[in-house]
């Protein structure tokens, strides 16, 4: 009876878990099965070509692949030394009142949503910026990163408010490597006369694995983020190095045109494109965990192994 | 190397440290100021009473689209919470598995799915079909994003509670469906509802999984079938429009909308904080 009881809760409960892998295959499926006439219609030359033409149904997804990317990769150069530098300060340097209302706030920054983000980037952000593109000096505006007109809306704000919104993911697995690196990695390193940035280093590098993880977890975030980037890099969808261009990235333009996509094909094609964003995120995404989680099984098999030898002794 | 100039280096460096502190608490600031110092000045009893008022006509307020929020995040939660707390008790109880191992995997990599993405699905799923944006098409699309954080947060809060329960439960006979529900669930059962306050407060700020599932509405409306506003997506509506009072009015909705975070996620850290002491005393 009572056995009978236990099999079916087991059963049971792992319908329900099932359900969570099926969800995310079913999403895989739903998205190929809504972009199959885009996929069979373009084929590869969907992803090479930069016309984008709803009205004479041409589409080619470069100009959003590359707003996508090249956003993602500005913010993380931005996110990933703040974000390992309040690691490292919250959990070596400051001092341990300060530690929980530090780790508090940095963690707010993940709690205020995307869209206030975007709210704040219009009306306060992008007027600064557009400022600062008017203070950038002659001799500058000749570099493939600056030209163009000031108009503040355009790839540098976007990468900035992607930065801000990326760092507390970062920083939090950051710190929780961090902190599980065991002391004496630290302690042989001040023995041999480092300092403490020397011994901080020696931290760091044991902790390469997670630390890895951690950045791409943040580059994952960054991808995907919709609203925010939506409101201030322009909706223009080219291919261009400059911060001060406006461009597109792959969620923005299916945030921006999807309720407007009148035939199936256009339909299609933003679908399409959502498929590739959810196929790359999965595998950031992924790569990430494992990274991750394989520093922390090196943790757990150090932990046994220190308790073993504490009972040998 | 000369042990003064590495002492600098290292002090230099430690100085940026509690420099990026700074760079990242100066945003937060920033934001946290202007949303409430434009948002609070913005805030009336029309605001939470009223519906939009038709292009060029001054005040009105969002309060179809704070019930509409309301309205969704509960479709959100009555889905996503049993099914994130019975995958939680498999993982606990069974957590070694393959099984659970790729249940454990999938459930953080779902975490990190763009919501956008996870939108388009809840529009083929539920929308296409009927062919109708509705208040349930935006409540199913936010409970799929909030299904892994349930269920990860369950299936932590079970491990935390004291091994001892369990084996007393089970050595007076109980089955472990019995131990489970009538024990081990009821000991964490503070923790898990910070678990869901947390994801509740999650979800209620999500705007891009709304914009073609639930749609918008400039009326009341509580009907599931229908489309339904929500705060965010009014937020949005009025932050890219040209008029100077709807400006004001998307500050006041970003107030409310910040305000109903934070103050679920200060619950939240109360109900931690007391489920610490507790396990302390023990």
């Not at chain 2, 705007?207 to 400039?218: D, G, H, K, M, V």
Request: proline fraction near 5%; hydrophobic fraction near 55%; aromatic fraction near 8%.
């Amino acid at each position: 009876m009572a056995r009978a009881d236990d099999r079916s809760y087991r059963n049971v409960t792992a319908l329900f878990a099932l359900l969570i892998i099926l969800l995310v295959a079913g999403i895989g499926f739903e998205l190929t099965r809504q972009s199959l006439l885009s996929i069979q219609k373009f084929g590869f030359g969907f992803w090479i070509g930069t016309t984008w033409d709803p009205v004479s149904g041409q589409f080619g997804a470069l100009p959003f692949i590359w707003g996508t990317l090249y956003s993602s990769f500005l913010a993380l150069l931005i996110s990933t030394p703040v974000a390992l530098g309040i690691a490292i300060f919250i959990n070596e340097v400051s001092p341990s009142i300060l530690r929980t209302p530090l780790t508090y706030l940095t963690e707010l920054l993940a709690a205020i949503p995307s869209i206030v983000y975007g709210l704040w980037g219009i009306f306060v952000l992008i007027p600064i910026i557009r400022k600062l593109e008017l203070m950038i000096p002659d001799s500058l505006k000749s570099f493939p990163l600056f030209t163009g007109p000031p108009l503040g809306v355009g790839m540098g704000a976007a990468a900035l408010i992607l930065a801000v919104m990326v760092i507390p993911f970062t920083s939090a697995v950051a710190r929780e490597i961090l902190k599980g690196v065991p002391i004496n990695q630290r302690e042989a390193a001040y023995a041999l006369g480092a300092t403490r940035w020397e011994a901080i280093r020696v931290a760091l590098g044991y902790g390469k694995t997670g630390i890895i993880g951690a950045i791409m977890l943040g580059l994952g975030r960054a991808l995907g983020e919709t609203m925010a980037v939506t409101m201030v890099i322009g909706n223009n969808p080219q291919v261009k190095l400059s911060l001060l261009a406006p461009q597109y990235t792959m969620a923005a333009v299916i945030a921006n045109e999807f309720t407007e996509a009148a035939d199936e094909l256009y339909l299609h094609a933003l679908i399409e494109i959502g498929l590739v964003l959810f196929l790359i995120t999965i595998i950031v995404n992924g790569l990430s965990r494992l990274l991750i989680w394989s520093m922390a099984r090196r943790e757990a098999a150090r932990v046994t192994v220190a308790t073993n030898e504490a009972a040998v002794v | 190397m000369n042990t003064r100039i590495r002492l600098l280096k290292s002090n230099i460096i430690v100085a940026l440290c509690g420099l990026a502190v700074v760079l990242a608490l100066i945003p937060l600031a920033m934001i946290l100021f202007y949303v409430i110092s434009h948002g609070f000045s913005a805030l009336n009893w029309a605001f939470f009473t009223q519906m939009p008022k038709p292009v060029g006509e001054v005040g009105g307020g969002m309060g179809n689209a704070i019930v509409g929020t309301l309205i969704l995040i509960s479709i959100a939660g009555a889905l996503a919470v049993p099914i994130g707390i019975l995958s939680g008790i498999h993982l606990a109880e069974y957590g070694g598995t393959p099984f659970a191992s790729t249940v454990r995997f999938t459930a953080d990599v779902l975490n990190g799915v763009p919501s956008i993405v996870i939108g388009i699905f809840a529009y083929g799923l539920v929308v296409l079909p009927v062919h109708r944006f509705s208040a349930l098409a935006g409540g199913v699309a936010l409970a799929i994003m909030m299904i892994p954080i349930v269920t990860r947060t369950t299936e932590e809060l079970l491990r935390l509670v004291p091994s001892g329960l369990k084996e007393g439960a089970l050595a007076l006979g109980a089955t472990r469906t019995r131990a489970m529900f009538t024990v081990i669930l009821p000991a964490a059962l503070p923790g898990i509802v910070t678990g869901v306050l947390v994801a509740l407060a999650r979800i209620a700020g999500e705007t891009a999984p709304l914009l073609f599932t639930a749609f918008n509405n400039r009326y009341w409306s509580t009907s599931l079938a229908q489309p339904i506003g929500s705060l965010t997506v009014q937020i949005f509506t009025y932050a890219i429009s040209p008029y100077e009072d709807w400006h004001r009015q998307a500050w006041a909705g970003a107030f409310v909308l910040v305000m109903m975070i934070l103050t679920l996620s200060i619950l939240a850290r109360l109900v931690t904080r007391r489920l610490e002491r507790m396990n302390r005393g023990s």
